[in-house]
DNA sequence: ACGCGAGGATAGCCTGAACCTATCGAGACG
DNA sequence: CGTCTCGATAGGTTCAGGCTATCCTCGCGT
C-alpha cells in the first residue's frame, strides 16, 4: 500500500534534493525517511532517485511521479479545508421549512440575524402547510423545519423543541361591524374564507367550529396565506388566522375571541435519525436568541406566547 | 494524518452504504473499518455519515470530502500506473548520442530493432564529436552515448562497455593513383581534409601522422564527417576516416594502410554516478544482439572488430 | 597516501496503530 | 416480546514506522 507518509516524504526529498534536509524538514530522523523512501521505490517497483554523493536526482519514475504526488497531498489539504469550512459554519446550507404565518414575522428577523452572523451559508426557505413540512423533513428535502404541533404530537420520527405559542384570531374586514371581542359561535353567522388542504389552519378552523357546534360556510376557499387575507380584506369573509400574520395589514381588522380561544404550539423539528448539521444547530441558536431579545425588550407580540423552556430542555437532542 | 486506508474504508462506506457490506467489500473486518471511519471523522472534526438504522447517509461534510476522495484515489493508481508503464518499457525516452560513423551503420539499425520492440520509448539521438558526447554525458545531456575510447580511457566519471573497434582506412578520391596498401607515411605528399575540433578523429590523425614523422598538410579543415567525405570525392584531398562510413559512398575509394594501421575503440558509455534507466538497458541489450546477429551472420563488416566480451563483461555496471 | 567529514544505508529496539475475534446494544419486525 | 440486523466497543496480537547507534563509501584536504 503506498501511504500518504511516503509522498510527503518523497516531496521533501524531491524538493531539498537531499536525504538528511528532507528529513529535518519532515520531523523525523534521517533512517525513517530513507526506509519510507525505499518502501515507497519497492511499491512502485522502480528506483525514484539516483543517489549520488551529492547530488540527489530524480530518476523517469521519479518525475513522473512528482506531479501526481502534488497534486494528491494538495488535494488532501484541500479535504481538510472543504470540511473545516463545513464545520467553522464559513460554507453550508440550511433547507428551513416555515408555515406562512412565521415567515412573515420571527423568521424574516431569525434569517437577517443568521446571515448576518454566517454570510458563507446558503439558506432555502421553503414555506408551506405544516403537513406539506413534515413530509418533506421526513423525505430528506429540509434540514429544519417550524411546524405547528398537532394535539397528538408530531410524527414519531421527527424530534421537535417548542418555540413558541400563538393565539389564533378573527381577522375581517373593518367594514364589518364586529363586536370588540366573542365567542366562537359567533362565526356562525359569517361566511369564512378558507385555507387550501395541507394547511394545519384549515384542520384547526373546522375542528374548532364543530367543537363551538356549527358547520362554517365558506365564500372562498383552497387559496394560501396572502391569498386568504386578501380575500378577507375584500370582504368576501373572515378567517381565523395567526395573530403574527397581520401586522402591517391596514386593510385588516383583528378581533380575539373570548376565552379561552385558540391556540397552536409552534415547534423546531427535525429528522430524529440524523443529527442536525452544525448549520442547523446554529440557526436554532440564533432564533432562540431572537426570541429572547424579544423577552428581553419586553417586546413579544401580542397574542404570542414564549414558551419558558430552559437551555437544558431546548438542547434536548441537539448536542 | 489523514490516511489512503482510511479514504479507500470511506469510499467503500458511501458507495454500498452500508458498513459491514463496505467492510466485505474492503476485505477486512467490520470493527477495523468503523474504526477508521471514526478515526477519520475525529481527524477532520466532522461525522461524515449519519448512522440511521439501516441507512446510511452522507452528512454534508461526507458530500464535501466524497469527490475530493476519489479523485485522490484515482490520482494514488494514475501515479501507480504512469511508474509500471516506465519500467514496463512502454513509454519512456533515450537521449543516446554518437559518433557520425557509428550513426551511418550499426545504430541505423540497431535503432530500428529497438523502436520495434518498444515503439512507446521516444528516441533522441545527438550526432556529435566524442568529446562533445562525453560532456553532454557529464551533464546530463544524454543518457547513453557510443563514443571512442581515448588511450587514456574515458572520463573517470563514466562508466564504459567495449562495443567493437574500428579501422582507419585513406579515403579518396578514386582520380586520385594511390596504391593497394601503403604506410601511414605516404601520406606526407597528399593534401587532408580535416574535421573540426571535437572530433576525436582530428586529434587520432594529427597524432598518428606525427608518429610517422610528419606534420600533416590540411587542404581544407573544419567540417563534419559528411562534408569532409565530400570534399574528399570532389578531390581536395584524402582523409582518415572510419572503414563504417564508406560503404554506399560510390565516389570514394577506401585504402587500408599497412599493419598495424590505426584502430580505435568504440563504448558504449554512461555516467557512474546515475544507475542507467531501464530503457538505457534495453537499449543495450539491443545493440548487443545486433552485434551478435552479426557475427553469427558472418556479416560483420570490413575494417569491424567486435570484442568478444562476455556477457559477464558487458553486464558490469549495467545490473 | 591517508585521515576525515558528509551523507545515505543498515541494524536493532520500541511504541503505537491497525487488525482480528468476541460481544454489546439498540432499532426493526414478526 | 423474542429475534435479527448491524454498527459500536473491548481486549489481545502483530507489524509498521519511528528512534539511536553505527556502518560504508566517497570526496577532499593535508
Known amino acids: 500500500m503506498v501511504t500518504l507518509q511516503q509522498l510527503v516524504y518523497f516531496l521533501a526529498v524531491a524538493e531539498t534534493r537531499h ?29 525514484l532517485f539516483t543517489r549520488a554523493r551529492g547530488n540527489i536526482a ?3 519514475a521519479g518525475e513522473a511521479l512528482l506531479p501526481v504526488a502534488k497534486r494528491i497531498l494538495s488535494d488532501v489539504d484541500t479535504a481538510r479545508q472543504e470540511v473545516a469550512e463545513l464545520v467553522g459554519l464559513r460554507r453550508g446550507r440550511i433547507r428551513l ?56 404530537g408530531v410524527d414519531p420520527a421527527l424530534t421537535s423543541t417548542p418555540v413558541l405559542g400563538e393565539h389564533l384570531v378573527v381577522a375581517s374586514s373593518p367594514d364589518l361591524d364586529l363586536p370588540e371581542s366573542f365567542p366562537l359561535a359567533v362565526l356562525r353567522d359569517y361566511p369564512m374564507v378558507m385555507f387550501r388542504r395541507g394547511y394545519d389552519l384549515r384542520e384547526t378552523t373546522l375542528q374548532a367550529c364543530r367543537a363551538a357546534g356549527f358547520e362554517p360556510r365558506f365564500a372562498v376557499e383552497g387559496g394560501e396565506m396572502d391569498a386568504v387575507l386578501r380575500f378577507v380584506e375584500a370582504g368576501l369573509g373572515v378567517a381565523l388566522v395567526p395573530s403574527l400574520v397581520l401586522p ?10 373570548r376565552a379561552p380561544g385558540i391556540r397552536r404550539k409552534v415547534a423546531l423539528a427535525h429528522r430524529t435519525d440524523v443529527p442536525p448539521t452544525a448549520a442547523a444547530r446554529a440557526f436554532r441558536s440564533v432564533l432562540f436568541e431572537h426570541l429572547d431579545a424579544w423577552v428581553a425588550a419586553d417586546a413579544v407580540p401580542v397574542g404570542v406566547e414564549l414558551t419558558p423552556e430552559t437551555p437544558a430542555v431546548r438542547a434536548q437532542s441537539w448536542t
Not at 538528511?20 to 517497483?45: F, N
Not at 412565521?102 to 452572523?117: K, S
Not at 446558503?122 to 414555506?127: A, H, K
Open 58 to 60: 530524480l530518476t523517469p
Open 248 to 257: 402591517g395589514r391596514r386593510g385588516l381588522r383583528a378581533t380575539s375571541l
Open 97 to 152: 421549512g416555515a408555515t406562512p404565518s412565521l415567515c412573515v414575522g420571527v423568521l424574516a428577523d431569525a434569517l437577517r440575524m443568521f446571515h448576518d452572523r454566517y454570510p458563507g451559508i446558503e439558506l432555502v426557505v421553503e414555506e408551506g402547510g405544516s403537513r406539506d413540512l413534515t413530509a418533506a423533513l421526513l423525505g430528506g428535502d429540509l434540514d429544519l423545519a417550524l411546524v405547528i404541533v398537532p394535539p397528538q
Open 19 to 47: 536525504f538528511t534536509r528532507a528529513a529535518e524538514r519532515a520531523r523525523v530522523a534521517q533512517p525513517s525517511l530513507s526506509k519510507q523512501i525505499h518502501g515507497l521505490e519497492s511499491e512502485l517497483g522502480a528506483p
